[in-house]
């Protein structure tokens, strides 16, 4: 399973190294990335594409008539084409409507929540979800403005809230970066995935998951930990905690790419694999 299909560079990977009597389950919630699924899938009849998020991927293998699977692969980074579709709202470096909806047809957009969201769920949320020092300046600022429609609205408001700039940073990374995970609720989405991702995974399956951000690496860093160690029984209790036993072992991680995938792709600096192997 490739739960994030973006334009399918997983999956056609998936497809070359596997044999004839493979299967290859791909799923997104962009409905323009299921579409590129779709034509893939008419070409290679061992690909089935889905519309869905990480929360729905147990459902979505129910509904297929899948019971387990070897593999589930996670890519948790925006897709390219979202980034650079202006129409798409992700970026600052376009001037477009402010939306960032993983799945522009559910939800709220991104100008819907700013304009109606109060300035401490603001601030809580460029604090936690961005890491912006600045975090209740801005959202001071945001509210004052209101209401907001574009991104370059809301990326010149945030330079002017801040008393200096990072350098070699945009000023409005970190906001966008923490809107686009509150609209699209990624990071309850990531924890349910997770679940969801192990739990389809027959023995011997592996779980291989691409963070992009701190945040997403704690937590699936989190979930792979708790899954690979005895769990944690109560003092003096006379059970030995090996004798509970463990549902995982850790197989590799965090790899990081090296110089060379770096150059060309630059967007690759940030990313951190990890793999997980279920034993029972």
Not at 16 to 29: F, N, T, W
Not at 141 to 167: F, G, K
């Amino acid at each position: 399973m490739d739960a994030t299909f973006g334009r399918g560079g997983h999956t056609r990977r998936l497809l070359e190294l596997l044999g004839p009597q493979s299967r290859v389950v791909a799923v997104d919630r962009d409905p323009e990335a299921v579409r590129a699924g779709s034509e893939l899938a008419a070409q290679d009849e061992r690909l089935q594409i889905c519309h869905g998020k990480f929360s729905e991927l147990g459902r979505l293998l129910v509904g297929l008539g899948i019971r387990e699977v070897q593999g589930v692969m996670m890519d948790l980074g925006v897709s390219s084409p979202q980034l650079d579709d202006p129409r798409r709202g992700f970026s600052f470096r376009f001037d477009a409507p402010l939306d960032m909806r993983m799945d522009p047809d559910q939800g709220v957009s991104a100008a819907d929540w700013l304009n109606e969201a109060d300035e401490q769920d603001i601030a809580r949320v460029l604090r936690v979800y961005g890491e912006e020092r600045y975090a209740r300046r801005i959202a001071a600022a945001i509210v004052a403005a209101r209401p907001l429609h574009t991104t370059a609205e809301l990326a010149a408001l945030v330079s002017r809230a801040q008393p200096r700039s990072t350098p070699g940073k945009h000023d409005a990374t970190r906001v966008f970066q923490a809107v686009r995970m509150q609209v699209n609720e990624e990071l309850a989405e990531l924890e349910a995935g997770l679940e969801a991702g192990f739990a389809a995974l027959q023995p011997g399956g592996r779980l291989a998951v691409i963070s992009f951000h701190s945040l997403e690496d704690r937590v699936v860093k989190r979930f792979f930990r708790d899954r690979s160690r005895p769990p944690q029984l109560p003092r003096r209790l006379p059970v030995a905690a090996v004798d509970a036993g463990v549902q995982a072992r850790l197989v590799a991680g965090p790899l990081q790419a090296g110089a060379e995938e770096i150059r060309s792709n630059p967007r690759a600096r940030s990313a951190r694999l990890r793999v997980l192997e279920r034993l029972a």
